[in-house]
């Protein structure tokens, strides 16, 4: 079992920048792929992110490659997602996950956390 606990978001202009933290609780955090989704009002939820359990190999939605960069500290049991050059069409509930495979589907995770606003104003 991991629970998972976003936190970070928040409000910022367009072209700024926001860290997202995502805190896993259990000791076999490093055998996870970690994984950052999004949901904007009235549409599905996207794949933004994906980190595999040693931090080595990383995989991005076309959408935020180049602006987005995911990371993990398996020591501390962390998940971060620094976001970049952000803009309006950047703004949704971001949640991350835990899964056993690398994948930008959202079935392959297993355990989901509750997710955190970011809003991006023009």
């Known amino acids: 079992q991991v629970q998972l606990v976003e936190s970070g978001g928040g409000l910022v202009q367009a072209g700024g920048s926001l860290r997202l933290s995502c805190a896993a609780s259990?000791?076999?955090?490093?055998?996870?792929?970690m994984g950052w989704f999004r949901q904007a009002p009235a549409k599905e939820r996207e794949f933004v992110a994906t980190?595999?359990?040693?931090?080595?190999?990383?995989g991005y939605a076309d959408s935020v490659k180049g602006r987005f960069t995911i990371s993990r500290d398996n020591a501390k049991n962390t998940v971060d997602l620094q976001m970049n050059s952000l803009t309006p069409e950047d703004t949704a509930f971001y949640y991350c996950?835990?899964?056993?495979?690398?994948?930008?589907?959202?079935?392959?995770?297993?355990?989901w956390g509750q997710g955190t606003q970011v809003t991006v104003s023009s």
């Open positions: 996950a835990a899964g056993p495979v690398r994948s930008g589907r959202e079935r392959e995770y297993d355990y």
């Open positions: 980190i595999s359990g040693s931090g080595g190999i990383t």
């Open positions: 259990g000791r076999t955090f490093s055998r996870y792929v």
